[in-house]
């Protein structure tokens, strides 16, 4: 079975600094879906950045860029000039790419909770 | 924000009552989900439907009973709840199972 592990329950950064976190996971699938999710306090979690592991690229929107690496299994986000309105808590998700149902389920971390500095 | 809607937004509800989450969808997708999310542990799936069909039962459960009458609308049913189902519960939809979700606001649930 997929898993998922954020290890920074917390992260604080300075308002127009850069900051990244962590995100692993483990998979004996060779393709599949990774995404960041953001989650403002009282707010609906929307999706930030998704990158498909086929492809070698990373993933860049705007201020917010990953480093993907497959044979790692290491999906970091990179947010850059921070602002306020980053705070958040933003999950790190896996998803295989087959079949319907079960196979497509949204595998979630358990989340960092980024503050951001004024 | 207003793609996925759901209310209520807070219920507090006794172990013994029978209370109804609601979820609406006005984003013309087929697929619809529950999750639930407690403090320090990774959001759960509860229930997908796909064509208002149940597609999965994630070991829910028989407490929460999901129901998805059409493609737009998606409730759980809840009776007998535990304190240990307090949390928040996320509906999502996608235009179908293999495409992304889109998360409502969520409706946080305290059982007393």
């Known amino acids: 079975a997929q898993t998922v592990t954020q290890s920074q329950p917390e992260m604080s950064v300075q308002e127009a600094e850069t900051v990244t976190l962590s995100c692993t996971y483990d998979t004996s699938e060779s393709d599949y879906y990774l995404f960041w999710y953001k989650q403002p306090p009282s707010r609906q979690m929307i999706l930030v950045i998704r990158q498909e592991a086929y492809k070698q690229q990373n993933a860049t929107e705007n201020r917010f860029s990953v480093n993907f690496q497959k044979a790692a299994k290491s999906f970091s986000l990179k947010i850059s000039d921070s602002q306020l309105g980053d705070a958040a808590m933003y999950f790190c998700a896996y998803r295989s790419p087959y079949g319907g149902g079960a196979t497509n389920k949204l595998i979630f971390g358990t989340g960092t909770l980024l503050a951001v500095q004024p | ?112």
């Open chain 2, 1 to 112: 924000e207003t793609g996925v809607t759901q209310t209520p937004r807070h219920l507090v509800m006794g172990m013994t009552n029978k209370k109804s989450l609601k979820c609406e969808q006005h984003l013309g997708h087929n697929a619809m989900y529950w999750y639930k999310q407690s403090a320090k542990k990774p959001l759960e799936l509860m229930f997908v439907y796909s064509l208002e069909e149940r597609v999965e039962n994630n070991s829910v459960p028989s407490r929460f009973s999901p129901e998805c009458p059409n493609s737009s609308h998606l409730f759980l049913h809840l009776h007998t709840l535990q304190p240990e189902d307090s949390a928040l519960y996320l509906c999502a939809s996608s235009q179908d199972v293999a495409r992304e979700q889109f998360f409502g606001p969520g409706t946080r649930l305290t059982v007393l």
